[in-house]
Nanobody, 121 residues
Framework: QVQLVESGGGLVQAGGSLSLSCTAS????????MGWFRQTPGNEREFVAA???????FYSNSVKGRFTISRDNAKTTVYLQMNGLKPEDTAVYYC???????????????WGQGTQVTVSS
């Protein structure tokens, strides 16, 4: 089994920055694609960004140009640098690994517990 642990969420003013990280532990898994999703109450989990083992990145249109996803394969850690934050970025952010379908769909095999990001106006 694989465990994903996120950290780095918090409260920030609009225009500010936050950095999230997600570290995988447990059973070794081979070259997983990893992603970040977010969810607000009453809504479905929304794709934010994903990165392949070979560091090819994908972004949702809503965060492109503001967020940067990266990974450190030696540390099995994926990062999400969030700049220019907006109140609409407020959500619980989830890390995920091993997409079952394509990287955009919230159908990954492993999920973290989520970390709250709140952006005040």
């Amino acid at each position: 089994q694989v465990q994903l642990v996120e950290s780095g969420g918090g409260l920030v003013q609009a225009g500010g920055s936050l950095s999230l990280s997600c570290t995988a532990s447990g059973r070794t898994f081979s070259r997983p694609d990893m992603g970040w999703f977010r969810q607000t109450p009453g809504n479905e989990r929304e794709f934010v960004a994903a990165v392949t083992w070979f560091n090819i990145a994908f972004y949702s249109n809503s965060v492109k140009g503001r967020f940067t996803i990266s990974r450190d394969n030696a540390k099995t850690t994926v990062y999400l640098q969030m700049n220019g934050l907006k109140p609409e970025d407020t959500a619980v952010y989830y890390c995920a690994a091993h997409p079952i379908d394509n990287v955009y769909k919230p159908s990954y095999k492993y999920w973290g517990q989520g970390t709250q990001v709140t952006v005040s106006s």
